[in-house]
Nanobody, 109 residues
Framework: QVQLVESGGGLVQAGGSLRLSCSASGSIFGITAMSWYRQAPGRELVARMFPGGSTNYGDSVKGRFTISRGNAQNTVYLQMNSLKPEDTGVYYC?????WGQGTQVTVSS
């Protein structure tokens, strides 16, 4: 089994930044696509990195968010800049076929 642990959420003012982290442990083999989703209220894709390194982003976060992968291939980051109140939600990472527990991001106006 694979376990994912997320961190980095919190409360920030509009225009601020946060960096989310998600680390995997357990039965990990190879390189996987890594994704961040946001639930508020429906679940939408925020960012994805494919095994080859290419990325795609949701339209609402393009130019503001950056997904990256740690050197150990079991960690994914989401750098969120120029945050807006509409970015508020629970952020979930997904990799190795597993979901993280979610981390709350709240952006105040």
């Amino acid at each position: 089994q694979v376990q994912l642990v997320e961190s980095g959420g919190g409360l920030v003012q509009a225009g601020g930044s946060l960096r989310l982290s998600c680390s995997a442990s357990g039965s990990i083999f190879g390189i996987t696509a890594m994704s961040w989703y946001r639930q508020a209220p429906g679940r939408e894709l925020v960012a994805r990195m494919f095994p080859g390194g290419s990325t795609n982003y949701g339209d609402s976060v393009k130019g503001r968010f950056t997904i990256s992968r740690g050197n150990a291939q079991n960690t994914v980051y989401l750098q969120m800049n120029s945050l807006k109140p509409e970015d508020t939600g629970v952020y979930y990472c997904n990799m190795f076929g597993t979901w993280g527990q979610g981390t709350q991001v709240t952006v105040s106006s």
